[in-house]
């Protein structure tokens, strides 16, 4: 394989056509299903998987099949296959998602969700970088190998819808296309963070997700808080001491039953990142002023991130935005909570304990409920085998310059769970392009597109290994 011609290529298609379908994809607000429930009826998610599928074809890729797979009441979902070429062998699955997250605020001026602004070779906009390129990034590295006439392993690719609501609908295709998949010996999601911009990062673990929905009614309606204070519990304070129940407020460590063992090779993968990232560790977040990170040292704060449970509040709902506030007490309080798991935790044992914990012994015999919308256990790897790690350190040098990294992340994919379950002796390569700053799921998210080509570029060198081995 010529390094430099795949670079041409790459380069020469992200430049093109793959930027202009994506600032197009940028402005679609296809939510995934927990965001809109009218989804089917508003038909963003149609128009976003059929702007996918046109433009797979625009790589003129030798011997590509593609369809959109659509179960009734499911998201659709596009499955794309190619042969192996040119004396290949092995069967690789490579994975993405096309589904976003909701708009939210904070949105630099002259930026928005559904805007795609270019600036400093950035693209911003919803879901450019989580995940949008996933598919683009598989076909241009297929392309790129095919035209220099060098060998391919047989590609599926699968770009689902609802990834961020969980996966819900994707054990329903793996199950469909099972004899079309095959039994993949390597899996490429490109739907992960870098801890930087100038290497290749292999993610080696993913924190579990639990989310659900909290709620203290106290009264059947509002009333005056002077006349009811004293005597009628506020539903906010009651929620608050629920949370306690779970959460300490002063260190904000979790109830003991929510952690779990940690590996030894873990910490070590932690140790290295620090010692790699410094303090971009926690330089990489929008700091309001004199906000500080828990004062922890640095490998240890990756630990927490990676390998330790946490918890988010994330929506509050029963109270009124404070201008337009009165002073009336309000009847119930709920909040959204998100919980991340250990990799090795098991989710739906949480779930039981977190509502158990919570339900149970009603402060003041306030009515009180959790309900659990998504329990998602996380994902850990095994050793690397010696030719993935060859080939993953060759393709970082070659086109980053610097030895790829490896790292666990607290964020949540389940379909490596249930990949890892399914095919216990495949290999994972699970990568992507959100490195500082690129923001997913929060206001002024980009995609860095030189990264995103370079990770192409590794890529096509991995799947010629592939094909090649």
């Known amino acids: 394989m010529n390094h ?43 128009k976003a998987v059929s702007l996918l599928a046109e433009t797979a074809n625009t790589f003129a890729i030798e011997g590509l099949s593609q369809r959109v797979v659509q179960l009734p009441s499911r998201t659709p979902l596009l499955f794309l296959e190619v042969p192996a070429s040119n004396g290949g062998e092995g069967n690789v699955l490579l994975y993405g998602h096309f589904d976003k997250q909701p708009e939210f605020s904070g949105w630099h001026p002259g930026k928005g969700p559904w805007l795609p602004v270019l600036e400093d070779g950035r693209l911003f906009g919803r879901g450019g970088g989580d995940d949008g390129y996933a598919m683009f990034s598989c076909l241009s590295a297929i392309s790129a190998i095919q035209r220099q006439g060098c060998a391919l392993p047989r590609c599926a690719i699968i770009i689902e819808g609802c990834e961020e609501s969980g996966s819900p609908d994707l054990p329903h295709y793996i199950e469909l296309l099972a004899d079309e998949i095959g039994e993949p010996e390597l899996v490429i999601c490109l739907d992960a963070e870098c801890g930087n911009y100038d290497q290749l990062w292999l993610t080696t673990s993913l924190r579990g997700m639990l989310s659900g929905t909290l709620t203290v009614e106290v009264l059947t309606e509002g009333v005056h808080s002077g006349g009811a204070g004293g005597i009628v519990p506020s539903s906010f304070r009651l929620l608050r001491s629920l949370y306690e129940r779970l959460e300490n407020n002063e260190t904000g460590r979790l109830h003991e039953a929510l952690y779990t063992e940690i590996p030894s090779w873990a910490r070590v993968q932690c140790s290295e990142m620090a010692d790699t990232l410094g303090s971009t560790i926690v330089d990489r977040y929008p700091w309001a002023e004199n906000a500080e990170p828990i004062d922890e040292p640095l490998d240890e704060l990756l630990i927490s991130n990676s390998w330790k449970p946490s918890l988010a509040t994330v929506g509050i709902g029963g109270a009124p935005i404070p201008d337009v506030a009165g002073n009336t007490l309000r009847p119930n309080t709920s909040t959204k909570m998100v919980f ?63 030895p790829y990294r490896r790292m666990g992340t607290g964020g949540t994919i389940p379909f490596m769970k249930m990949l890892g379950d399914q095919f216990p002796n495949c290999e994972f390569m699970i990568t992507g392009v959100l490195g500082p700053h690129s923001n ?30």
Request: hydrophobic share 40%; glycine share 6%; proline share 7%.
């Open 4 to 46: 430099n011609r795949v670079e041409e290529t790459i380069a020469s298609q992200w430049g093109g056509f793959i930027l202009d379908t994506l600032k197009e994809y940028i402005t679609i607000p296809n939510l995934s299903p927990q965001f809109d429930a009218e989804w089917e009826k508003n038909g963003y998610m149609h």
């Open 340 to 402: 991340r798991l250990p990799p090795n935790a098991d989710a739906g044992l949480a779930a039981k304990f977190i509502k158990a914990e919570l339900e149970r012994d009603p402060p003041h015999g306030a009515k009180v409920s959790f309900h659990c919308d998504a329990a998602e256990s996380g994902w850990f790897s095994k050793p690397v085998a010696p030719w993935l790690d060859k080939s993953l350190n060759r393709a970082s040098t070659t086109f980053f310059g610097k």
């Open 440 to 469: 997913a799921h929060g206001p002024n998210e980009f995609l860095d597109l030189k990264t995103a080509e370079r990770v192409t570029c590794c890529v096509a060198s991995v799947l010629n290994d592939v094909a090649l081995k």
